[in-house]
């Protein structure tokens, strides 16, 4: 399969994932909603543990509602959104590498297959892992699979840097990049310091930062929506532009002797 | 402020992790907005809003974790 239908369908699984995180975030909102109303009105809502017998009254649904539409559902919601940019921004990178595996190095030159320069690009990878793959292919996957799992722990930001080396999409624009950075960000904090902020999110969401120190992160549903129009937005235009960079015959060296990033033309 | 459905004052509801919230009639958002634009509230509402019964669809008003549930009921009690 060409490599531009093969990111397309990276592309239509990623997006079909957001609509879908969306629909469940919006529904189970409804659901809750529904229930708190009816708590409200002191319905005889209850829900019983079959085992314990414990039955929740209607009055402590009211409140707990309150809080899983606005603290689990949307934070939950949130997480798996930045789980969605990784996905979308490594698989990018795993395909283009598994179509051009050159491109893991780019002081490689496929002209002479000498290196330019001195400076060498190095992937570590056990030996074990190596004298386990059997022909050269497997190795460049394995090769491919260790670039894509380092970059996983790295910033959003050196995601991009790695993909503007490599192709000349540009997109997405600063303020995206500064926005997707933010919520990435705040997903760590959410993840790791228990939703405080602290500098590691000063650092991370940079000019996008939303709180101070010590705030704590608040994912409201008008932040939450902007966040699935803008991982949207981001993967239609990088999709689109890495689909020409990967045409029929696109195919140019950033690296070395760099191009305008335009396609050549057939 | 007072709830045009059931006729008692607007009553602000709290919870000690999500904060203060306050579930309103569609027919009164615009009015409770305004006065809580006016004192310079933070709040987010609801997409939508839910009808039971047939009746006037409600819809909630979020604080945030920040919000001071104290401080926004006596802004809507002054309010009249």
Known sequence: ?266 | MIDEMTKDGLRVSTDGIAGPYLMVPVAQLDAVLAVLDRHKVRYWVDADAISLDNEPAITVINFGRSGQAARIQAILDEAG
């Open chain 1, 1 to 266: 399969m060409p490599l531009s239908d093969d990111i397309r369908g990276l592309a239509d699984q990623v997006l079909d994932r957001v609509d879908e995180a969306r629909e469940f975030y919006v529904h189970s909102r409804q659901a809750w909603r529904l229930v708190q109303q009816l708590a409200r009105k002191g319905r005889p809502v209850g829900i019983v543990d079959l085992a314990t017998k414990r039955h929740l009254p209607a009055g402590d649904l009211e409140s707990r509602a309150q809080k899983y539409v606005t603290v689990q559902l949307a934070e939950s919601t949130f997480r798996d959104l930045s789980s969605l940019l990784e996905d979308w921004i490594l698989g990018l990178i795993r395909l283009w590498l598994t179509a051009y595996p050159e491109d893991m190095d780019l002081n490689f030159d496929p002209a002479t297959g000498q290196r330019r320069g001195k400076k060498q690009e190095e992937v570590q990878i056990p030996l074990s892992r190596l004298l386990h793959l059997r022909d050269c292919s497997a190795i460049l996957g394995g090769l491919i699979e260790r670039v894509v799992r380092d970059l996983t722990y790295e910033r959003p930001d050196r995601w991009f840097r790695y993909i503007d080396s490599r192709l000349s999409l540009g997109c997405p624009g600063a303020t995206q990049r500064a926005k997707l950075y933010e919520m990435k960000a705040a997903r760590d904090c959410l993840e790791h310091n228990r939703g405080v902020i602290n500098r590691d999110y000063l650092n991370k969401a940079g000019t996008a930062a939303r709180y101070a120190e010590g705030d704590l992160v608040q994912i409201d549903e008008p932040y939450l929506m902007e966040c699935f129009t803008l991982l949207r937005d981001v993967t239609v235009a990088m999709a689109r532009a890495a689909g020409i960079a990967s045409g029929p015959k696109p195919r140019r060296r950033l690296h070395g002797g760099r191009s305008s990033g335009k396609p050549t033309p057939p």
